[in-house]
T-cell receptor, first 112, second 106 residues
Framework: ETGVTQTPRHLVMGMTNKKSLKCEQH?????MYWYKQSAKKPLELMFV???????ENNSVPSRFSPECPNSSHLFLHLHTLQPEDSALYLC???????????FGPGTRLTVL | KNEVEQSPQNLTAQEGEFITINCSYS?????LHWLQQHPGGGIVSLFM???GKKKHGRLIATINIQEKHSSLHITASHPRDSAVYIC????????FGTGTRLQVFP
């Protein structure tokens, strides 16, 4: 247990669905991250929030929309995804940017 | 070519064996991380290094900044060490290797 939780743990959705992934931490961390992990590929950083402000967006398609309403919660809203978006989506947090990151268990997403 | 290369990609061992996993990188870095990912996806940070050597229990991590190389060693390996071990380097943001899948058999 790292103190970072993610829900749901598994999600199956159609290409026309809208769903949201949730990440929560009560570690007092100021930075939160979304990563994508596809089979046989390195972890890819998608978004970084620091003090609830988005500081990094690594060329992620607009069908992925992050939201950070407060320093403890991070969402990833999903809309009209493609089958190639099927992957493990990991959330992480750190005290500040550059500090050791603590990862959640991930959400395994399958897009049909 | 990925900026972070790990070897081997897959590794099997018998319980009790000494394990070494290697990481080479091609960029200037401020820190290197070793992470452990268990089946099911959860990732745990093992070490953050900027020089020298760190030890935690049966795990030892070393880094040679001049050679742009790091190793993760596991002494007296155990089946519960079975996981994917990921090396990540930080020039400005984290860049991840593809991981080394370790299976330790009783």
């Amino acid at each position: 247990e790292t103190g970072v939780t993610q829900t749901p743990r598994h999600l199956v959705m159609g290409m026309t669905n809208k769903k949201s992934l949730k990440c929560e931490q009560h570690l007092g961390h100021n930075a939160m991250y979304w990563y994508k992990q596809s089979a046989k590929k390195p972890l890819e950083l998608m978004f970084v929030y620091s003090l609830e402000e988005r500081v990094e967006n690594n060329s992620v398609p607009s069908r992925f929309s992050p939201e950070c309403p407060n320093s403890s919660h991070l969402f990833l809203h999903l809309h009209t995804l493609q089958p190639e978006d099927s992957a493990l989506y990991l959330c992480a947090s750190s005290l500040d940017m550059g500090d050791t990151q603590y990862f959640g268990p991930g959400t395994r997403l399958t897009v049909l | 070519k990925n900026e972070v290369e790990q070897s081997p990609q897959n590794l099997t061992a018998q319980e009790g064996e000494f394990i070494t996993i290697n990481c080479s990188y091609s960029v200037g870095i401020s820190a290197l991380h070793w992470l452990q990912q268990h089946p099911g996806g959860g990732i745990v940070s093992l070490f953050m290094l900027s020089s020298g050597k760190k030890k935690h229990g049966r795990l030892i991590a070393t880094i040679n900044i001049q050679e742009k190389h790091s190793s993760l060693h596991i002494t007296a390996s155990h089946p519960r060490d079975s996981a994917v071990y990921i090396c990540a380097v930080r020039p400005d943001k984290l860049i991840f290797g593809t991981g080394t899948r370790l299976q330790v058999f009783p």
